[in-house]
């Protein structure tokens, strides 16, 4: 695949305004699936399962099967559409959109087309710098995700190439909500930050409702990002492209500012942007193109003649808007006042999708800034060595009570770090590896003294200099001791009967 020639990113700024909008698929962490009583179960359960077990003659499109519509999923969709501050249609209805894919086992999928749940509403987003932007939500319509295909013995796992492709009919059916943008304009150079910020945004909204796991990398969350680009001093939009299924959030503000220094480069060269679909490519951060872009007109929607309208009560509604929970923004900006961070203290926890398990970690019994600590330090640390997610290696209880154990001086921080991998390596609790591993700080005076005297008579000049006012010189003592007892003395303890010692 050829290297694609790009514009530097301000130059393209200077000539060309940057226009944005977002799909955004949210998959519902319901127990059964859209239209079936398929189970569809949590994140690790379900990638665990054999392929084509968790399905029904309705994922599969056999003859004679109907659908159901799974009421959880309508009330999830409708507190979601409250959320994003859309009106709630008094009547929507499913539509069929039909075109062929093998993991699409009816050849259509029910979705929402002229009449979905959720319409004209506006979600406030958040900058690294705390500037707010709002961005226009068109609607938000309920659908069910098709299925998956792995292409086999091909070089790139790609289609093009492969010998063969085997279906998986597991996620065929899953409860989708599909949130569209209207149009995004005066971006500008923030483009790629804001198309970040929004998804994020997005993934806040989605998990305080408790509806998904809203997690990229697993697929419950999925962005396509479209993009054009308008000549500075013309009122025409130039052709989108759509770069689909980005599975981070770094990802998409990379994919973003890619596409606009591509297509800048293209219209300077005189070229022209083709409508359609592209792919990202995370190890070279570039896109590719998929395939043309397929207008409404193309599927050939048409309302789904085995389901009823959907037509909530108004109570309902009511009911669901006052549970909302705190908008994201003003949440965040509670939290960093009520734990007396600074603006780059809270963005290590926001942006690092921290805010929860910290917040977690606080109620089980930590400091805000103890809980920072461990989770935007060593716990990262680990995880990003690991390629993992830091919320899978320790729950924030695990954490609180590690640093109960530092806290008491059971444990100094570094041993609490050897503590911590124990536990991350599914060794037990953390008291449980400390007695375990027999890794609590020596604090008995006896263990103390023989280790110091041991110290001392290794540095005989030591005592004489403590003696004589040098306080410092102790350090050193301190630090045999330490190295002796493999950092398990109690330092602070180990200090005061040097200088006891030296009062003598």
């Known amino acids: 695949m050829a290297t694609a020639k790009l514009m530097d990113f301000d130059k393209a700024l200077e000539l060309f305004e940057p226009v944005l909008g977002f799909e955004v698929h949210v998959e519902l962490n319901t127990n059964t699936k859209m239209f079936s009583d398929a189970p569809n179960p949590a994140n690790e359960a379900f990638h665990a399962a054999e392929p084509n077990t968790l399905i029904a003659p309705v994922d599969l499109g056999l003859p004679g099967s109907l659908p159901v519509v799974n009421e959880t999923?309508?009330?999830?969709?409708?507190?979601?559409?409250?959320?994003?501050?859309?009106?709630?249609?008094?009547?929507?209805?499913?539509?069929?959109?039909?075109?062929?894919?093998?993991?699409?086992?009816?050849?259509?999928?029910?979705?929402?087309?002229?009449?979905p749940i959720a319409y004209e509403g506006s979600v406030e987003v958040e900058l690294e710098d705390g500037t707010l932007i709002t961005i226009p939500i068109e609607r938000a319509h309920m659908e069910e995700d098709a299925g998956k295909l792995t292409h086999m013995?091909?070089?790139?796992?790609?289609?093009?190439?492969?010998?063969?492709?085997?279906?998986?009919?597991?996620?065929?059916?899953?409860?989708?909500?599909?949130?569209v943008t209207n149009i995004i304009y005066g971006t500008e150079h923030r483009a790629p930050e804001v198309a970040k910020a929004y998804v994020q945004a997005i993934r806040d909204i989605v998990r305080g409702l408790g509806i998904s796991e809203?997690?990229?990398?697993?697929?419950?969350?999925?962005?396509?990002?479209?993009?054009?680009?308008?000549?500075?001093?013309?009122?025409?939009?130039?052709?989108?492209?759509?770069?689909?299924?980005?599975?981070?959030?770094?990802?998409?503000?990379?994919?973003?500012?890619?596409e606009i220094q591509r297509q800048a480069q293209i219209l300077a060269d005189g070229g022209t942007i083709t409508q359609e679909t592209r792919h990202w490519h995370e190890d070279t951060g570039t896109t590719s193109p998929g395939r043309p872009k397929s207008d409404a007109d193309d599927y050939r929607y048409f309302p789904e003649p085995d389901l009823l309208p959907v037509e909530p009560a108004a109570e309902l509604i009511e009911e669901l808007r006052a549970a909302l929970p705190e908008q994201p923004v003003a949440r965040r900006r509670r939290l960093m006042k009520e734990w007396g961070f600074t603006d780059l203290e809270f963005q290590d926890v926001r942006n690092g999708g921290l805010l929860e398990v910290v917040e977690a970690t606080i109620a089980a019994g930590a400091t805000p800034a103890t809980a920072r600590k461990w989770w935007t330090g060593e716990i990262s640390r680990l995880a990003n060595a690991q390629e993992k997610d830091a919320t899978e290696l320790i729950t924030p209880e695990n954490v609180a009570a590690l640093q109960r154990l530092v806290d008491a001086g059971t444990l100094t921080d570094k041993l609490a770090r050897q503590v911590l991998e124990g536990v991350i390596a599914g060794e037990g609790s953390p008291q449980e590896v400390v007695d375990a591993r027999g890794l609590a700080v020596v604090s008995d005076d006896g263990a103390l003294i023989a280790a110091i005297d041991e110290a001392l008579a290794a540095q005989p000049d030591v005592m004489a200099k403590i003696k004589d006012g040098k306080v410092q010189a102790a350090g050193a003592v301190i630090g045999a001791v330490m190295k002796a007892m493999k950092g398990q003395a109690d330092a602070a303890r180990v200090r005061e009967l040097i200088l006891e010692r030296a009062a003598q």
């Open 73 to 115: 999923a309508i009330r999830s969709s409708i507190s979601l559409g409250l959320a994003l501050g859309c009106s709630i249609a008094e009547s929507s209805r499913f539509a069929r959109k039909n075109y062929f894919y093998p993991d699409l086992g009816k050849n259509y999928q029910i979705s929402q087309y002229d009449e």
């Open 153 to 179: 013995g091909g070089a790139t796992g790609r289609i093009q190439g492969a010998e063969y492709s085997l279906v998986d009919y597991n996620r065929a059916g899953v409860p989708l909500v599909e949130i």
């Open 214 to 258: 809203a997690r990229l990398e697993r697929g419950n969350l999925r962005c396509d990002a479209n993009v054009s680009l308008r000549r500075r001093g013309t009122d025409t939009l130039g052709t989108r492209t759509e770069t689909k299924n980005v599975n981070s959030m770094r990802s998409v503000e990379r994919a973003v500012k890619y």
